[in-house]
């Protein structure tokens, strides 16, 4: 009888298992395509409001182009980013977040989303090459931190008397500011996740951890 009821624990224990296994698997396949689904559709809704009635597709083809909508927005971002590289462009942007720097909440979400943007969009997260863990701010505390793309030498390692690693670790949950300190080469934990990966755990607060077999492979 106690070997069934063990045989009936375990099964049951296995469904369970299986059961979150799959959840966790289809949950977020089905979260991404449908958020996708919604915002193409979104989109589209959008755009179609802004063009003028004359120039609709819609008047010349028989049948809805799908994604048009999103082409459109692309085209657009396109336009925006070749204007505000102008000069008149920069003059327009500055005196924009000079306006919006003046109104206490609508700033700090601006400021936040920005930064947010530029470190994935911009060049800034390819001036460095590696995750490492120092010791930081203190002995017995590790902090993540990356390492910068040129190395110090020169007068700072001339100073230390060893070689040193251009550190930058940043606060979070905005990466874009930090500190930077010079850590002796040894003195430093290398990490196998990517630099796109460090950045993710830093403004998720640690909640979005990167799978340590996926950097393995």
Not at 64 to 86: C, E, S, Y
Not at 118 to 135: A, W
Not at 203 to 212: A, K, N, Q, Y
Request: hydrophobic share 45%; with cysteine.
């Amino acid at each position: 009888m106690k070997q069934e009821n063990k045989t009936e624990d375990t099964f049951f224990h296995r469904l369970k298992n299986y059961f979150f296994t799959g959840v966790i698997v289809a949950a977020p396949v089905a979260i991404t395509i449908y958020m996708s689904y919604h915002l193409v559709i979104w989109i589209n809704e959008v755009t179609k409001k802004l063009i003028p009635q004359q120039w609709k597709i819609g008047d010349f083809v028989p049948y809805a182009v799908p994604g048009l909508g999103l082409l459109l927005l692309i085209l657009l971002l396109l336009f925006i980013g070749m204007l505000t590289t102008g000069y008149i462009g920069k003059f327009f942007v500055r005196l924009w977040e000079k306006i919006i720097r003046k109104m206490p909440v609508i700033s700090s979400i601006y400021s936040l989303l920005k930064q947010i943007f530029e470190t994935f969009l911009s060049q800034k997260s390819r001036s460095f090459n590696e995750v490492v863990l120092v010791e930081y701010p203190r002995k017995g505390l590790w902090s993540i931190a990356f390492v910068s793309n040129n190395e110090t030498g020169g007068e700072i390692d001339t100073n230390t008397k060893q070689k040193t690693l251009s550190i930058f670790v940043p606060t979070t949950p905005n990466p874009t500011s930090g500190f930077l300190i010079f850590v002796p080469e040894n003195d430093v934990i290398k990490l196998n996740m990517s630099v796109e990966d460090g950045i993710k755990y830093v403004i998720s607060c640690g909640i979005v951890t990167p799978d340590m077999k996926d950097n393995e492979e």
